[in-house]
């Protein structure tokens, strides 16, 4: 069972990620958004690279 603190502020969807929670949320202190094309100007440009595998 995952005991760390849940940050409220971050709704996630990426099950297989260690911070990920049954209730979509991220138990991440922060986490850190970066783009994945060179001309990001949307969100599917985005990504979490605070993703951890679990
Ligand atoms: S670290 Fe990123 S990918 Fe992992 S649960 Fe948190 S927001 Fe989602």
Do not use: L, R
């Not at 849940?6 to 991220?26: A, L, R």
């Amino acid at each position: 069972m995952n005991q760390k603190p849940i940050n409220m502020g971050v709704d996630c969807k990426v099950n297989n990620c260690y911070y990920h929670t049954t209730e979509n949320k991220c138990t991440a202190e922060k986490i850190e958004v970066g783009d994945c094309a060179a001309n990001c100007n949307c969100s599917e440009d985005t990504f979490c690279k605070t993703y951890k595998e679990k």
